[in-house]
């Protein structure tokens, strides 16, 4: 049984290292690296730490960056093989072996005011939009960090 594959993450706006925040170019690619190679959200958490410690506030666009990174890592965790996520709404779509349980993904999500409506069973796929006035993408990465806590999902 080999692991899942890695969830693949498509974030709408720009998701990058910008040149204000991280000058030197060898410095960066070094950061890109990191990031890729990135195992778990607690590494990815230590590493936030750390931008924050060496370069200050992390801008909008490497949150973004970050924010991907960590929707792939809980994903693929969860068995999402797919998520595309923009400002308003979201696909998710679960690979063929991935056994999601339903019922407490959308108490997750609805908890935060995301909307979920299931388009198709087998394997899931589910749209969610936002309902409240928080940004979906955060928002998201919350419900879903709620749901690797729990046991057995």
Same mark, same amino acid.
């Given at each position: 049984?080999?692991?899942? !594959?890695?969830?693949?993450?498509?974030?709408?706006g720009e998701a990058y290292l !910008? $040149?204000?925040?991280?000058?030197?170019?060898?410095?960066?690619?070094? +950061?890109?690296r990191r990031i890729s190679r990135l195992g778990d959200t607690s590494a990815l958490n230590d590493l936030e730490d750390e +931008? *924050? $410690?060496?370069?200050?506030?992390?801008?909008?666009?490497?949150n973004r960056l970050l924010a991907s990174v960590r929707l792939r +890592? #809980?994903?693929? =965790? #969860? =068995?999402?093989?797919? +998520?595309r996520?923009? $400002?308003s709404d979201a696909r998710m779509n679960f690979g063929p *072996?991935?056994? !999601?349980?339903?019922?407490l993904l959308r108490d997750a999500l609805t908890d935060r005011q995301i909307a979920v409506e299931v388009r198709r069973?087998?394997?899931l796929s589910l749209r969610l939009?936002?309902?409240?006035?928080?940004? #979906? #993408?955060?928002?998201?990465?919350?419900?879903?960090?709620?749901l690797e806590g729990v046991p057995g999902h």
């Open positions: 049984e080999s692991a899942a !594959p890695a969830t693949q993450v498509n974030v709408e !910008p $040149d204000q925040y991280i000058a030197g170019a060898d410095q960066k690619m070094n +950061l890109y +931008l *924050r $410690d060496r370069f200050g506030p992390i801008p909008t666009a490497a +890592l #809980l994903g693929t =965790g #969860l =068995g999402v093989e797919w +998520l996520v923009s $400002d *072996r991935a056994v !999601p349980r339903l019922a069973t087998q394997p939009a936002r309902a409240g006035v928080e940004p #979906l #993408l955060p928002t998201l990465v919350a419900a879903l960090e709620l």
